[in-house]
């Protein structure tokens, strides 16, 4: 009778459990985003299968929202995926109040064909949430300072197109990203700044000259949980003529690899301008039902702040 070596012995133990829908599942959750992302696709058909089908795999995966408190705690979960391709827009590790946005921060940006591939329609990243359980908008808060004081406009934009409500919401990665890439008020020259702003970040002082602009600027990262901040100095430039900053002459190129993959560049810019809408206060609870208002002088629905 012929023996069996320990390599047969193992390769007949663990065929039963990777061939058992529910264990191998246990297992590739136990498995890190990037491996379950790819090489744990490319195995066989079935395990591809097991991996889009899975309910709680897609939400591991951040393509599939989870409720509140799901995994066990009432603390966001920043996509680490995301955070780790996309570092200028999550929070800093360090902790750095002075955290810009910034297109030529992103590795993938540094060569051309690595942009193409990057931004393809199809690329896994453009589908995922930003965190878990997803913020269902993006709050804009754009801060004008001149000589005469300052104001800011609180605005929302919906986490999906408004002709293209899916059925699954929640701010994914392609719409933040595209906000940031088109949207007017995203300025890279002397005197403006942006910056994403996260309700997982550590407590901050947010640097204002206002009380009540502070006080806004709190109120709508507590009540949606991530916030796009833009800064602009009002300033006289007739006649100056400045170099275009690296950061914007980056944003040029990711623009026309936008172009080039076959994007309607037009139509995006147009949207987002269009699904701009002033901030909507919520006045807490009645009965248990969060109440939700729109601001109410002309000036607040306008979005305006001033002293």
Known sequence: MAETTESETTRVMTTPVLTTPEILEMILLHTDMRTLLTSAQRVC??????IAKSP???????FTPIKDSEWGTKEKTINPLLA??????????????????????????????????FIRKDASWRKMLVQQPPPPELGLFNLYHAR????????????????????????????????LLFSHQVQFSIGTIARVYWSTEEPFEFNG????INAE??????????????????????????????????????IKAYREGGFDVDGIKEEIEASKSPMVRERGSRNGKREREWEGTPAIVEGILRR
């Open 209 to 212: 000259s206002y009380d009540n």
């Open 217 to 254: 600027f709190h109120r709508m990262l507590g009540q949606i949980g991530v916030v796009l901040y833009t800064r602009k100095v009002m300033q006289c430039t007739i006649g100056l003529e400045r170099p275009v900053s690296k950061a914007e002459r980056t944003r040029m190129e990711i």
């Open 84 to 117: 780790e391709s996309f570092p200028p827009i999550f929070p800093p590790k360090d902790g750095s109040r002075s955290h810009k946005f910034d297109f030529s921060d992103l590795k993938w940006t540094q060569d051309p064909s690595s942009m193409t591939r």
């Open 56 to 62: 709680s795999i897609q939400k591991a995966l951040f």
């Open 45 to 50: 058909r079935d395990w591809l299968n097991l």
């Open 148 to 179: 005469g004081g300052d104001t800011a406009a609180c605005l929302t934009i919906p986490a999906y197109k408004k002709n293209k409500p899916p059925k699954i919401k929640g701010l994914r990665m392609s719409r933040l990203f595209e906000v």
